[in-house]
């Protein structure tokens, strides 16, 4: 099942399903897309923090035992299944964090690199081992590993399955930090994110996630644009405005 704690603008989302070191079956991953889609729509939430129940693992994939009954069509289902989850973190308009709290393989591995930022436990260990089940990465994983860690690297952990532990993860940008507790290290950084714009922030995720696809000069007038338009927000006004009367600006998501 899924636990959804808030405090004060910030929720940690928690994978709880400690018989299967928090694989993700069709009931928690549906549970999970449909909690995130909660999250996304609710404006008192300003940062999404995903986690895994537990000291031994974040979520330790999809459910291989579920996956080794299916047919193509299900597979296909299940497939765009885990796309939802990554599609809402990624695209949901506010920050999102995975505190990697031990394993994130496979799909855990894939529902990490959806969340804008990733901090492990030194303990954590991080892969794509669906090679040796015969099978790829299906949740995003032979796409957004290569955003993150850029190709080469990503070919080669999604080659050979390779798992890497939190010093390797951290040295080759798949997490941004290593802290233990983990989870106390991504609510210290949601709290710092949620005293910040929300305004300011959904834009700049909007605009980043667009920075490795496309067509560099249509971001570039995007962001253009986008600026100029961010002008016309009390957010803007009252940061600008703030740092005039030396103050501290007190931001309200308008
Ligand atoms: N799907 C279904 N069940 C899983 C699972 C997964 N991805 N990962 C772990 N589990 C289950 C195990 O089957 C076991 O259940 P059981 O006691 O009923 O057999 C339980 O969780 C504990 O795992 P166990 O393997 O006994 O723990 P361990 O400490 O020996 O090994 C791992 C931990 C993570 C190395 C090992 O569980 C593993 O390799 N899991 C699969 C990882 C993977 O390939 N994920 C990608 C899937 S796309």
Redesign the pocket.
């Known amino acids: 099942m899924i636990h959804v704690d808030r405090e004060d603008a910030v929720a940690v989302a928690t994978v709880d399903r400690p018989?299967?070191?928090n694989?993700l079956d069709v009931a928690t991953l549906t549970e999970l897309c449909d909690r995130l889609r909660e999250l996304a729509g609710d404006d008192a939430v300003r940062v999404v923090i995903v986690t895994g129940a537990g000291e031994?693992?974040f979520v330790?994939?999809?459910?291989?035992?579920?996956?080794s009954r299916l047919d193509v069509a299900q597979a296909k289902e299940w497939g765009a299944l885990g796309h939802e989850a990554g599609r809402l973190l990624e695209t949901m308009p506010k920050p999102t964090i995975a505190a990697v709290n031990g394993?994130a393989?496979?799909?855990?591995c894939e529902l990490a690199l959806a969340c804008d930022l990733r901090y492990a436990s030194g303990h954590a260990?991080l892969g794509?081992?669906?090679v040796?089940?015969g099978?790829i990465?299906g949740w995003g994983g032979t796409q957004r590993l290569a955003r993150v860690c850029g190709l080469g690297v990503a070919k080669e952990l999604i080659f050979t399955g390779r798992l890497v532990d939190a010093d390797e993860a951290l040295r080759i940008g798949l997490v941004n930090g290593v802290h233990d507790p983990v989870l106390d290290k991504a609510r210290e950084t949601a709290a710092l994110l949620a005293s910040k714009s929300p305004v300011s922030l959904r834009l700049m995720k909007e605009l980043a996630n667009r920075a490795l696809g496309g067509d560099h000069a249509a971001n570039l007038e995007a962001e253009g644009e986008t600026f100029g338009e961010l002008f016309a927000s009390d957010d803007a006004r009252e940061g600008l405005t703030a740092f005039v009367e030396k103050r501290e600006p007190v931001f309200r998501g308008r």
């Open positions: 018989d299967a070191l694989a031994k693992a330790a994939g999809a459910d291989i035992k579920y996956m394993f393989l496979g799909g855990g260990k794509q081992p669906e040796n089940l099978i990465p």
